[in-house]
């Protein structure tokens, strides 16, 4: 199968922009969640999807928003960028099974803030 | 959520077994042991998981105590591969979210 892809790779955008990731998850796989990677903040859960819904989400502003469509792809929106949004960007799809689950990463998204 | 204590950094020598503690004092009966690694420049990989038994795979062994309150990731033989950021995570059952720690950097020499 192949594996989690994320679009763009890189990112530039200057503050005050807006910015839209994409998240294929792994075929079969419904569940999608999005995380954050800084070097101070380390890995930060910012939300989960499941069938189309939002499960879960993590201590962020409203300027993070997400959606799921109905083939599991996840897109991740951030309006009006800060310079500390400069992250890189993951996607996991999960496969669950056993009472618990398994999550694959994509590579992420650089995003850089100027 | 429950949080893991880990190590900040380790090293091995290469074609050496690697004992990779985490305690997790706080765990609950439903939380399951989930260990993830971050080489550079890629995003996490799953590892190994378990509830309370042991547990091995393809890539490690997961050595659980018989409180649950620590736990051990083995590499059985290190490679340079190996070199990576080790996290130790507690998963409830119920819940889509990974709390990721800071995780403990190993380092293989050769």
């Known amino acids: 199968k192949a594996g989690v892809t994320q679009t763009p790779r890189y990112l530039i955008k200057t503050r005050g922009q807006q910015v839209t990731l994409s998240c294929s998850p792994i075929?079969?796989?419904?569940?999608v969640s999005w995380y954050q990677q800084t070097p101070g903040q380390g890995l930060q859960f910012l939300f989960e999807?499941?069938?189309?819904?939002?499960?879960n989400k993590g201590n962020f502003p409203g300027r993070f928003s997400g959606r799921q469509f109905s083939n599991s792809r996840s897109e991740m929106n951030v309006s009006t960028l800060e310079l500390g949004d400069s992250a890189l960007y993951l996607c996991?799809?999960?496969?669950?099974?056993?009472?618990?689950?398994?999550?694959?990463f994509g590579p992420g998204t650089r995003l850089t803030v100027l | 959520d429950a949080k893991t204590t880990q190590p900040n950094s380790m090293e091995s020598n290469e074609e050496e077994p690697v004992h990779l503690p985490c305690n997790h004092s706080t765990i609950s009966g439903t939380d399951y042991i989930h260990w993830y690694r971050q080489l550079p420049s890629q995003g996490p990989e799953y590892v190994i998981h378990g509830l309370t038994s042991n547990v091995n795979n393809r890539m490690a062994s997961l050595a659980i105590a018989e409180d649950r309150k620590s736990s051990t990731l083995i590499l059985h033989r290190a490679t340079l591969r190996d070199a990576a950021v080790y996290y130790c995570?507690?998963?409830?059952?119920?819940?889509?979210?990974?709390?990721f720690g800071q995780g403990t950097t190993l380092q293989v020499k050769p």
């Open positions: 075929s079969g796989h419904r569940s």
């Open positions: 999807y499941f069938s189309e819904t939002q499960r």
């Open positions: 995570i507690l998963r409830s059952s119920n819940t889509g979210k990974l709390i």
């Open positions: 996991a799809s999960s496969w669950y099974r056993g009472g618990t689950d398994t999550q694959y």
